[in-house]
């Protein structure tokens, strides 16, 4: 928390050093002073409030213009309903809106619902949907497309959807503007998967009844967002074009959004710093050029709008095969690995040391917890070479112990760097990596399919709730070959499963915190997983974008806020 | 010429049975890499996927369809990008063979061009300078030669923009737009001329060399003709065969090529696309890439040996 403090303050203090502007401006304000706690209240005001709180600051929006920014890679798809890939998820939700939208803590704020009541029982929520909402063809947005959205598309083909949606019995509509989830179970978890990006809302006339992954809409959305879908030149660029009927009134400010898809990062770079393109999000720039940029006249790098990511860079161990079916020898490595050193030297400086399974993030709703064994104390590496003596692992007369082979995650050149490392730092410890490098659908398999393999560096997302993100890499039911990302270490502890299962139907917010801390305990004394470091994405920015970046979904949501300034 | 263009079919029928062979070496599915693209995805969800994309038939099931299909002119659907792999080939065809296009006709008229004032010049300054700079051109990596272009037009000079085939903050119609694309092509294009240009430099200056030891250049001179003549109405037309051979084998190394030169610029190629699907698992498109590919050099093959046959009488189409 402190660093990223640190890091407003100085854009602050960067900014009022220029003299185009003295005055902070509302999003600044808001980000500081949510960070700050200095109103502790501020980001859970409804948007109007805080925009009326902008336009008496002197920060007038501007109407007009093109908003372009890059999405890397270009995506397979637009049906986010059925594809959660990256990059679908940064244009869908310009045309598709959810139920809910977020602040940065994580509590829900009013989106198609404009009130939502969980009933006593946590069996039971009813939303009341915002009235005179129509999709970009004219027919109204009504409770029936709710219903049909989540019973018959999310919880059916979306991929995290049938976990989120578990509980789900029914979606009641006693009238067009109500709809009353109805629940086997308490599911705390429900609420945060109300997004546009996570569960968009369909229209029901367009999908009932079709293929849903065939049908023309896929491809051609229709919701009720800000922006209309225009088209879609492959290898170029998408465009959306502003929706003059959209239900918040006077809203977009933007005339039209445009995706464009460029390969080269030093070419996405370069179109930035030109202005071509006035927004890339997901580390489109890498950060070796955010960095060089973070000090430019043009564009502003952030760290912020990835809090409902969450992703964690881990080491995973294959526990069921030695030398990593033991503890000690996992510990060790654990240990072994500098955390500090990883996020300045390889990430750049964007990450946070990891502590356990469920990231810093979750901080402010008290899931986390720092109160685990701590790998992080001055006498490591000698603790890591006592540990390998105890597992039975002694140094041979070489000076080594075993041999293993490491697998990268193929996921680019950092991971490339960051095996590198940990081979240099298993050498310390009298252990000789091989490094494996291969592409995305081989590595997959071999780790997700075949478990053939000793240790592979992996990041995971843990998104907006554990039982979304996190419960899938502990949980003995989530050994489940052929689905990536899901148990790949195979490890499991029946106290672990008892935990992860009452803590998801848990709807006493302290009882399933103290569950989850209990959680994180016996998973870091276990290390099945080494989590090295908080992912932190960057996205870099037109000075000149106002307000893109509003909720813990930035790109992944509508841009209905963002404007240009002359 | 019609038995040649008959001899055709069978030879792209090979190549699309071995395409599927050596696509299936690869280990890994579409459905992995979708899943894996996904964050994640419950097994029912990855049964359904592999039984959409036809993966859980035999492979033996799979080559008879595709084989099938090819016959019928049909390359089958995208699942990836939901659409009929024909469309998607279709909508990158044009930028494709802009690009190609531009950047034959551009290195070649270049290239020939400079090997005869090489030649022209043989040992003397012109000739070793051009000499080094072809050798340059050709020894330098086309992605780093795309972003110093960009380096230098787009961001110092502030002449070209960086990337993309239009301008999307406009979207011109027209002229305006022919403009437009134009103006958008001249780094790509002029990036991947070089490599090429170079190449034909060498080969164009070798051959008028050679050429110019022949008995008819004699005869020529004994018949009293200028030297500029001789050079242009005869050693050219001899000299300009091996450029014109050179230039035709390597059209499937311009679309490979063009996959560097498409990334850097963001220019919505089919190189691109191969590139991406080849990643992405996606079987029926990259075989069509690979199958529309194939076809395209089979033409540009005839389309040389035409060339030919209009620079040299004594070779005859058949």
Same mark, same amino acid.
């Given at each position: ?76 798809? $637009? ?213 060089? $940029? ?204 008892? $935990? ?67 | ?318």
């Amino acid at each position: 928390m402190a660093d990223r403090t640190e890091k407003v303050a100085e854009d602050i203090v960067a900014d009022s050093g220029q003299d185009e502007r003295f005055a902070i401006d509302r999003r600044r304000f808001i980000q500081a002073s949510g960070l700050l706690g200095l109103s502790a209240g501020i980001a859970g005001v409804p948007f109007e409030a805080a925009w009326a709180a902008g336009e008496a600051a002197g920060d007038t929006p501007r109407k007009g213009g093109t908003l372009v920014m890059v999405v890397q890679p270009e995506p397979p798809t $637009l049906a986010s309903y059925n594809n959660t890939s990256g990059p679908i998820g940064q244009v869908a939700p310009k045309v598709y809106d959810g139920l809910l939208e977020y602040d940065f803590n994580l509590n829900p704020l009013p989106g198609l619902a404009k009130s939502w009541d969980v009933g006593a029982d946590g069996k039971s929520v009813t939303f009341k949907l915002e009235e005179g909402v129509r999709f970009h063809d004219g027919k109204p947005f009504t409770s029936a497309d709710v219903q049909y959205s989540i019973m018959e598309v999310l919880k059916k083909v979306h991929p995290r959807g049938p976990t989120s949606f578990q509980e789900v019995e029914a979606v009641d509509t006693p009238d067009a503007h109500t709809a009353i989830f109805r629940l086997k179970r308490p599911a705390p978890y429900l609420m945060k998967a109300l997004s546009a990006y996570e569960s968009p809302m369909l229209p029901k006339h367009l999908f009932a009844g079709t293929d849903l992954q065939n049908n023309p809409h896929a491809n051609q959305p229709v919701g009720t967002g800000p922006f209309k879908f225009v088209e879609w030149r492959r290898g170029q660029l998408m465009r959306f074009d502003r929706n003059p009927d959209y239900w918040r009134k006077g809203l977009p400010y933007f005339d039209r959004v445009v995706a464009r898809f460029i390969g080269e990062a030093q070419t996405r770079t370069a179109a930035l710093e030109r202005g071509e393109v006035a927004f890339a999000a997901y580390n489109a720039v890498p950060n070796v050029d955010a960095k060089r $940029l973070s000090t430019s006249r043009e564009v502003i790098v952030t760290t912020k709008g990835y809090e409902m990511d969450a992703p964690v860079v881990e080491l995973e161990f294959n526990t069921t095969r030695k030398p990593f079916d033991n503890q000690k020898v996992r510990q060790a490595i654990a240990y072994a690995i500098d955390r500090k050193f990883v996020i300045d030297n390889i990430w750049f400086g964007y990450g946070k040391p990891a502590t356990g399974p469920i990231s810093s993030n979750f901080k402010g709703t008290g899931m986390y917890t720092a109160d685990v064994l701590r790998f992080d104390v001055p006498n490591r590496m000698a603790i890591a070479n006592k540990l390998l003596d105890e597992a039975g692992y002694p140094r041979k007369a070489d000076g080594t112990r075993f041999e293993i082979v490491h697998d990268i995650t193929p996921y680019g050149e950092e991971w490339r760097r960051f095996g590198e490392y940990v081979q240099q730092v298993l050498q310390e410890l009298g252990i000789k990596a091989s490094l494996r490098y291969e592409d995305v659908a081989t590595w997959i398999r071999r780790i997700y399919t075949n478990y053939d393999y000793d240790l592979t560096s992996d990041w995971l997302k843990t998104f907006a709730d554990p039982v979304i993100g996190v419960q899938r890499q502990y949980w003995s039911k989530a050994i489940r070959p052929g689905t990536p990302w899901v148990n790949g270490t195979r490890w499991t502890s029946p106290r672990v499963d008892e $935990l992860l299962e009452s803590a998801a139907i848990e709807p006493d917010v302290k009882k399933r915190n103290a569950l989850y801390h209990e959680f994180q305990k016996l998973t870091v004394e276990a290390s099945p997983i080494v989590w090295v470091m908080e992912l932190e994405f960057t996205t870099v920015y037109n000075r000149k974008l106002q307000d893109a970046i509003v909720s813990p979904l930035a790109v992944n949501t509508s841009f209905d806020r963002a404007w240009m300034k002359a | 010429m019609l038995r040649r263009l008959l001899q055709a079919v069978p030879t792209l029928l090979v190549i699309a049975v071995l395409n599927f062979c050596v696509i299936q070496l690869a280990p890994g599915d579409a459905a992995d890499v979708l899943a894996g693209e996904s964050g994640g995805a419950t097994p029912e969800y990855m049964t359904q996927l592999r039984h959409r994309f036809g993966l859980d038939r035999s492979k033996f099931v799979q080559l008879a369809v595709y084989v099938k299909n090819v016959l019928g002119f049909d390359l089958g659907y995208s699942f990836r990008d939901g659409m009929p792999v024909r469309e998607l080939i279709l909508q990158r065809l044009g930028p494709t063979l802009l690009l190609m296009g531009t950047t034959i006709v551009f290195s070649i008229v270049l290239g020939v061009f400079l090997g005869l004032v090489a030649a022209a010049h043989v040992n003397t300054w012109r000739d070793n300078l051009l000499s080094v700079l072809s050798l340059l051109s050709y020894a330098t990596p086309l992605f780093w030669v795309g972003l110093m272009l960009i380096g230098v037009f787009s961001l110092k000079l502030g002449w070209f923009p960086t990337s993309g085939m239009e301008s999307v903050a406009a979207f011109y119609e027209g002229w305006d737009r022919v403009v437009d694309i134009a103006h958008h092509l001249v780094l790509p294009a002029l990036t991947l001329s070089l490599f090429y240009m170079a190449l034909y430099t060498r080969l164009m200056r070798a051959a008028m060399l050679e050429q110019w030891g022949m008995d008819y250049v004699t005869t020529a001179r004994a018949k009293g003709l200028t030297e500029r003549r001789i050079a242009l109405r005869h050693v050219l037309r001899n000299a300009v065969l091996p450029v014109v051979t050179m230039a035709g084998v390597q059209i499937g190394a311009l679309l490979g090529g063009s996959v560097v030169v498409e990334t850097v610029f963001g220019w919505p190629g089919m190189g691109l696309l191969a590139f991406q699907s080849l990643f992405a698992r996606d079987v029926n498109l990259l075989l069509g890439i690979f199958f529309v590919s194939a076809c395209l050099v089979v033409v540009v093959n005839l389309l040389v040996d035409l060339v030919y046959f209009a620079l040299d009488p004594r070779i005859e189409v058949r």
